[in-house]
């Protein structure tokens, strides 16, 4: 039990390193990939993932949802890429290969939909490659670029900001 709030207190001290260093560098391109970190804890709707990707323009073969759960594991079961606390090492160390990947992709935008205060969501947050990160309001504003204040049971809403937003950034293509 103490080694596990030694680990959590380690990969607090990562996350926070990892925050103190990240620079925001919003360039002009358009957004043509995405990837999703959900909590299905909270909520685990992957089709409304996808109609936001339709709506703003991302292929199929683009976009990429991974989930967490604390706790559930027939979670695991239903979804292809789903991790939880156990993939996770000290210092920030991950120990999930699919986990590492999804990391690794620069996505065009990555958006983080979850509102508990989970350490390992927020890790891989920070450390994701995405050009702009999209998340609802958290504890901690450095996590995300455009950060939509909105309740998690909303999601219509937060697909039409998302939209909005992108929109007006000019971030989605006029393709199709």
């Known amino acids: 039990m103490i080694l596990k709030g ?3 207190k380690s990969n607090k001290k990562y996350l ?12 002009a391109s358009k957004v043509n990939s995405l990837g999703v970190i959900l909590n ?3 909520f685990d709707d992957y089709d409304a993932f996808r109609d936001l990707a ?14 967490f759960s604390s706790f559930n594991k ?4 239903t979804w292809d890429d789903c991790f939880n606390p156990k993939d996770f090492g000290w210092s920030g160390s991950i120990k999930n290969i699919e986990l590492k990947s999804f990391i690794n992709t620069k ?22 490659q995405a050009k702009i990160k999209i998340g609802i309001l958290q504890s901690d504003e ?26 007006i950034l000019n971030k989605i293509s006029n393709n199709e």
């Open 74 to 77: 027939d979670a695991a079961l």
């Open 142 to 167: 450095r996590l995300n670029d455009l950060i939509i204040k909105t309740d998690l049971k909303e999601f219509s809403l937060f697909k039409t900001e998302v939209f909005k937003y992108l929109t």
């Open 107 to 128: 996505f065009d935008a990555l958006i983080s939909y979850y509102e508990q205060e989970v350490l390992e969501l927020k890790m891989i947050t920070a450390e994701s």
């Open 40 to 42: 299905v804890d909270e």
């Open 6 to 8: 030694f680990k959590e």
């Open 16 to 27: 926070n390193k990892l925050l103190a260093l990240r620079k925001v560098n919003i360039d």
């Open 54 to 67: 339709e709506l703003i323009k991302i292929r199929p073969n683009k976009l990429k949802i991974i989930a």
